[in-house]
């Protein structure tokens, strides 16, 4: 009998307009009145904590529209776990009727994510020498697990930049882009990166090996400079380790 009621009030906290469960207690005051001011506050705390999770994107659309919007979430899409920090993956989605708020929130997310990623060490170059040069090509790197690799389709950086400072919004100058998100140390960096240097370590992260993975990079960006965006990744700490089998 106590799941069943337990069950009923699950389904009625969320509810568009919850109704008390029958077996709820007046106790001097209504049911129904106690049982709506404990769905308020459930639906309100929830709200808080993505408020709290999306802070840019509750400045860009406002705080009653974005409260507005976190509500019609909450109630779709109660957590499925009891950890608030693991609450808001799917509220980018719910946001696509807003472009620009959507990637605005996906890009927040993912910097969530990245900010309490696990630690790990940045790959040193130096200890590449090791690798003769004719084995490049075989080499896998591991990319740090702070790392998010986002296609957007609005220019969400400028945006972000803008709205951090408490600047006005800047007026779109171009379409959107890829965005690379990486903790390598203490600090989140948000970093446009073009076509095919998001190829090459989209590829990577998925465990193709250099030789490949700079095929598909090149087959999309003719022009990029596989040495120099290496580095450039080596010395951001997008990467942790390689690996290279042993040759027969």
Known sequence: MLHDLQAAMRRQLLADAPEAPAGILGDGIPASMR???HANNVVGSLVEALEAAFPVTAR?????????????????????????????DGFPDHLDAMPEAADLARLEWAWNGAFFAADAPMLDPEDLRVVPQHRYPELRFALHPSAHLLTMACPVLDLWDAL???????????DGGQVLIVRPLTEVHAVAIGRGEFTLLLALSAGVNLGHAAAAATGTDPGLDLQATLLAHLQLGTFTTFSLLPEE
């Open 60 to 88: 860009l659309l406002g705080r009653t529209a974005f409260r507005r919007a976190a509500a019609s979430y909450v109630r779709r899409h109660p957590p499925l776990v009891p950890q608030l920090l693991a609450f808001g």
């Open 35 to 37: 049982f709506a001011v």
């Open 164 to 174: 951090r400072r408490d600047e006005p919004p800047p007026r779109p100058t171009s």
